[in-house]
């Protein structure tokens, strides 16, 4: 696992030649020989409210930055119109750890929920989701994952199943929808191994085997916030992300049944048309703005630039899904001095699209 504290900020200097910075004036005094500034990752929610009185339903993607799966998922249904009922749809709650494809850029962020340092990148994102469900407060809360192995054959695999802390929680029903869920969903599936079971981790028991849920999200909405909340597993072993999101999307639907959500288009519908949702018509493009100059880059390119060059990204034309990274650095950081060059791949979620580099000359 990945460790921020340990984590070096400056990496390549002497190849690149990369220095974070936090005030332009400082970095040219230093020697820094141009700036290059990022728009900071956003927090993507939607509440998607029905004409039709129904449940409410927070949707939780993206905690585990390479498991596409589940925020591919979220994604399709933040543009979906909702009937009956509400959404609420966090897609990509770490963001910086899905442009990386990373399980957690900055450590296990499902880790941090009971305790997090407000010098640990993740922060922000902690505390902003936390807050998101007190102030909601949602009938259930889903948060949607893909894990390893397939649970139906392996007991300690984590890959298609429906994750509950207990069976009942403070008169908290968890283990009958989850239940409910299971049955319907297994029933279309022929497979043994992709069938999806319930597993209790029992994490409020004093003798659970599973003592590092306490500090999950599903524990902390249960203990802190009264709230609903099971956790939604794919397999990574799954043929493909079309397989990944289908089974996302069929386990959504029964919980959306019993809690009385309906879309538009339907669920099904979705599914049958996933490819196009999966694969959107779209064209990507980069708006950045070099020393006052607006350029459009939609390809690799390389900008030689002058000594004193401060550079922005001003905005990205794709998906939700669309931005740039470095990793010639410490990714989380949006604005970098450079004494020579630096490399930022401009990425649909994990696919990079195209790479633009900075050479200073």
Request: positive net charge; hydrophobic residues 35%; charged residues 30%.
């Amino acid at each position: 696992m990945e460790n921020y504290r340990r984590r070096k900020f400056i990496k390549l200097l002497g190849a690149g030649g990369v220095l974070s910075l936090l005030k332009t004036g400082e970095a040219f005094a230093g020697g820094v020989n141009a700036v290059i500034e990022l728009p900071p990752l956003p927090f993507q929610e939607s509440l998607i409210t029905g004409k039709e009185r129904g449940g409410r339903v927070l949707i939780v993607g993206g905690i585990h930055g390479n498991e596409p799966g589940a925020y591919k998922a979220a994604e399709i249904l933040r543009h979906l119109k909702v009937k009956r009922g509400e959404l609420l749809i966090a897609p990509r709650t770490n963001f910086v750890s899905i442009l990386t494809n990373r399980r957690g850029y900055n450590g296990d962020m499902n880790r941090k929920f009971a305790r997090i340092s407000t010098k640990d990148p993740d922060y922000p994102k902690v505390k902003k989701l936390k807050e998101l469900i007190k102030s909601y407060k949602p009938d259930l809360l889903l948060t949607l994952h893909d894990g390893f192995g397939f649970h139906s054959v392996n007991p300690k695999a984590w890959g298609q199943c429906i994750v509950i802390d207990e069976e009942v929680y403070n008169g908290i029903e968890l283990g009958k929808q989850a239940k409910a869920v299971s049955k319907a969903v297994s029933f279309l599936i022929k497979k043994r191994e992709w069938k999806i079971p319930v597993y209790n981790t029992h994490t409020f028991h004093e003798r659970t085997k599973h003592p590092e849920q306490r500090k999950s999200l599903t524990y902390f909405c249960l203990k802190e916030c009264s709230v609903p909340a099971i956790c939604l597993e794919v397999s990574k072993q799954l043929p493909d992300l079309y397989h990944k999101v289908k089974f996302h999307l069929l386990m959504i639907r029964e919980f959306f049944k019993l809690h009385g959500v309906e879309t538009e288009p339907s669920i099904d519908t979705v599914i049958k048309n996933l490819n196009e949702f999966l694969e959107p018509k779209v064209s990507y493009g980069a708006q950045l703005l070099i020393n006052g100059r607006r350029v459009e880059v939609s390809s690799d390119k390389t900008f030689k630039i002058p000594k004193g060059s401060t550079v922005k990204f001003l905005s990205f034309h794709g998906t939700d899904g669309t931005n740039a990274i470095t990793e010639d650095i410490n990714a989380n950081l949006r604005k970098v001095g450079i004494r020579r060059r630096i490399a930022f791949d401009v990425k649909d979620d994990f696919r990079k699209l195209f790479t633009v580099r900075f050479v200073v000359g």
